[in-house]
C-alpha cells in the first residue's frame, strides 16, 4: 500500500550534511534515493543543456513560472508511485511547494538539518564539490546561501517533524540521526 | 546496422502524412516528430501536453540556450531510434535538414502542392478545428505566414520533391520510383 511506505524528506542549508545524511540512510536503511535535481538534469540531458548553474536556475525558474510552482513536487511523486521501494529518502527540497504533494503522503517524514553558517562555509570550502567552491570567501558564500534557490529553505524548518543539529563530529551526529530514525524503522 | 534518417517537410495538406504513413507501413520505420523532446521534457514533470505547454517551452530553450536546440535534440532522439529507417516528420527549419544531414545517409523528401488544391484538401479532412470552415482569403493568409514560408525555403534542399497535385495513385507513382528505390539498401530481412 502506498501509504506504508516510509519517506524520509531531507532539508538543509548548504554544505549542512544534507547528502550524508541521504547517504547513510540510503546505504543503512537500504532507503531509495530521489533528488529533486534529477529532474532538471533530466530534462537538461534531452536538450544537451550543460549543467551550470545559470542553466540550472533558468530552467528551473522557467518551469515553476510556467508550469506552476509545485512541478517538482509532481515530478518527485510521480516518481515516488512508481517505486516499490519500502523507504525512500528524498533530498533537495527547497521551498514549502515541493511539499505539495509529498505531505498528503500517510508516512512522510521532514528531517531539518540546522548547521552553524561558519561551519557549513568551512565544509563548502573543503569538500569543494563545485568549481570554485574553494577559492570562496565568506562573503561569498553568505551570498550564495540566501539566492533565490537558497533563500527558502530555512523556512522549511517550521514544517520539519525534526530538527537535527549538525555542528559536531559525523560520527555523534549519525548516531543521533540513527536513535532518531528508530521511532520509524524497525530493523 | 546501416540506418537511415528520412526527412519529410512540405506546406498545409500537401500530403506529407500519405508519404509519411507509406513509409511507417511498409518499412516498419520509426517516426520521430520535433514535439518528441518537448513531450519528454514535459512528461518527467507530469505536465498537460497542450499545444501552449508545448509552445512555452520550445519558445523558452530556444530563446533561452540556443536556437538550434531542438533540432539538435530531434537529432540525438534520431540516433537513439534502434530502427534501421527512422522518419523525421514536419521539418520546418533549415537546423532541422541540418540535423538530417549530421547523419550518415540522409533522404530528404518535400512534397508539392498547388495551394488551391491544397485549399481544397484541408476543407476536405477538416484537421483541425475551423478548417472546413475555412475561406480561400483565411487559408491564403495562414499558408503564406512566417513559418510556412520557411517551410517552402527547405525546398531547394530536397532530394526528392513529389508533386502531389493529382490523384493518391499518381502519389504512389512517384513513392515508388523515387523513394523504394532509395529505401531499399536499408531494409534488413
Known amino acids: 500500500m502506498q501509504s506504508e511506505k516510509l519517506i524520509i524528506g531531507i532539508v538543509g542549508k548548504i554544505a549542512s550534511g544534507k547528502g550524508m545524511v541521504a547517504e547513510h540512510i540510503h546505504s543503512r536503511y537500504k532507503a531509495d534515493f530521489i533528488d529533486f535535481s534529477q529532474f532538471l538534469y533530466q530534462a537538461m540531458d534531452i536538450f544537451s543543456i550543460p549543467h551550470e548553474r545559470k542553466n540550472i536556475n533558468s530552467l528551473s525558474i522557467f518551469l515553476r513560472a510556467t508550469y506552476g510552482q509545485d512541478v517538482f513536487s509532481r515530478a518527485v511523486r510521480k516518481t515516488l508511485d512508481a517505486r516499490t521501494e519500502e523507504r525512500v529518502v528524498i533530498a533537495g527540497i527547497r521551498r514549502d511547494e515541493d511539499l505539495v504533494h509529498l505531505s498528503d503522503l500517510g508516512n512522510f517524514v521532514l528531517v531539518y538539518i540546522e548547521s552553524d553558517v561558519r561551519i557549513r562555509y568551512e565544509r563548502n570550502r573543503s569538500a569543494a564539490r563545485k568549481p570554485g567552491d574553494h577559492a570562496m570567501t565568506f562573503e561569498e558564500f553568505s551570498a550564495k546561501d540566501s539566492d533565490e534557490s537558497n533563500n527558502t529553505i530555512e523556512g522549511l524548518k517550521s514544517h520539519a517533524q525534526h530538527v537535527l543539529e549538525n555542528n559536531g563530529s559525523p560520527e555523534d551526529f549519525l548516531k543521533g540521526l540513527d536513535v532518531l530514525l528508530a521511532q520509524y524503522i524497525k530493523e | ?189
Open chain 2, 1 to 189: 546496422m546501416k540506418k537511415i534518417v528520412v526527412g519529410i517537410s512540405g506546406r498545409i495538406a500537401s500530403g506529407k502524412g500519405t508519404v509519411c504513413k507509406y513509409i511507417l507501413e511498409t518499412y516498419h520505420a520509426d517516426k520521430k516528430c520535433s514535439s518528441d523532446p518537448l513531450r519528454a521534457t514535459l512528461d518527467i514533470f507530469s505536465v498537460p501536453q497542450t499545444r501552449e505547454n508545448l509552445d512555452a517551452l520550445s519558445t523558452f530553450v530556444r530563446s533561452t540556450y540556443s536556437e538550434d536546440i531542438i533540432a539538435k535534440a530531434m537529432g540525438t532522439f534520431l540516433a537513439q531510434s534502434p530502427n534501421p529507417i527512422v522518419i523525421f516528420d514536419g521539418m520546418r527549419r533549415l537546423v532541422d535538414v541540418e540535423a538530417i544531414r549530421g547523419f550518415e545517409h540522409s533522404l530528404f523528401i518535400f512534397v508539392d502542392a498547388d495551394q488551391n488544391i491544397r485549399y481544397e484538401r484541408s476543407i476536405k479532412r477538416n484537421e483541425n478545428i475551423g478548417d472546413d470552415t475555412m475561406t480561400s482569403g483565411e487559408f491564403f493568409a495562414k499558408d503564406t505566414d512566417e513559418p510556412q514560408q520557411q517551410i517552402e525555403a527547405l525546398k531547394q534542399y530536397a532530394d526528392v520533391v513529389l508533386h502531389n497535385d493529382g490523384s493518391t495513385d499518381e502519389l504512389m507513382l512517384q513513392i515508388h520510383e523515387h523513394i523504394d528505390s532509395a529505401l531499399a539498401p536499408f531494409v534488413t530481412t
